[in-house]
């Protein structure tokens, strides 16, 4: 059987999550982001894309 290549996806913090609730800012650390254009790279899973959901509009992924 050929292995099947994980997606991954790469997640940058671009706005800044001052001013937002808590449970975001949760988030992005759970995310491992912390510093305003940080770049983070994870594989693909349901949990991950539901954190992504959440905290989209401060977020730019890219899947690599």
Same mark, same amino acid.
């Not at 254009?37 to 509009?57: A, E, P, Y």
């Given at each position: 059987?050929?292995?099947?290549?994980?997606?991954?996806?790469?997640?940058?913090?671009?706005?800044?999550?001052?001013?937002?609730?808590?449970?975001?800012?949760?988030?992005?650390?759970?995310?491992?982001?912390?510093?305003?254009?940080?770049? @983070?790279?994870?594989? /693909?899973?349901? #949990?991950?894309?539901?954190?992504? /959901?959440? #905290?989209?509009?401060? #977020?730019?992924?890219?899947? @690599?």
């Amino acid at each position: 059987m050929a292995k099947k290549k994980q997606t991954q996806f790469q997640i940058t913090l671009v706005k800044s999550p001052i001013g937002y609730p808590k449970r975001q800012k949760a988030t992005l650390k759970a995310l491992g982001l912390k510093k305003m254009n940080q770049t @983070v790279t994870h594989r /693909d899973n349901l #949990v991950l894309r539901g954190m992504i /959901d959440k #905290v989209s509009h401060l #977020v730019n992924v890219e899947e @690599v």
